[in-house]
């Protein structure tokens, strides 16, 4: 099994920035996939970003230009940085992560972006 930890979520003003992290149980590299999936109130949870054991990373057009997922070997952490917020971006984000065939999910940090 894996165990995700999320941080990061809170309160910005539009235009703003905020940067969630995931740090999973085992080695990123023990894990197929990574992302962030984000579910807004009243709508179906939506895949924001993910990054591939090898690195390679795909987006929502929706966040495409803002977002930057990454992460960082040593740190044993994937990110999510997201610039440029917009209210539309309000929404529980949670980490995932799909290994071997089975999916995890983190807790779910709270993104709310208004002034």
């Known amino acids: 099994q894996v165990q995700l930890v999320e941080s990061g979520g809170g309160l910005v003003q539009p235009g703003g920035s905020l940067k969630l992290s995931c740090a999973p149980s085992?080695?990123?590299?023990?894990?197929?996939?990574m992302g962030w999936y984000r579910q807004a109130p009243g709508k179906e949870r939506e895949l924001v970003a993910g990054i591939t054991r090898g690195g390679s990373t795909n987006y929502a057009d929706s966040v495409k230009g803002r977002f930057t997922i990454s992460r960082d070997i040593a740190k044993n952490t994937v990110y999510l940085q997201m610039n440029s917020l917009k209210p539309e971006d309000t929404a529980v984000y949670s980490c995932?992560?799909?290994?071997?065939?089975?999916?995890?999910w983190g807790q779910g940090t709270r993104v709310t972006v208004s002034s």
């Open positions: 085992k080695s990123i590299f023990s894990i197929n996939d």
């Open positions: 995932h992560a799909n290994e071997r065939g089975s999916a995890y």
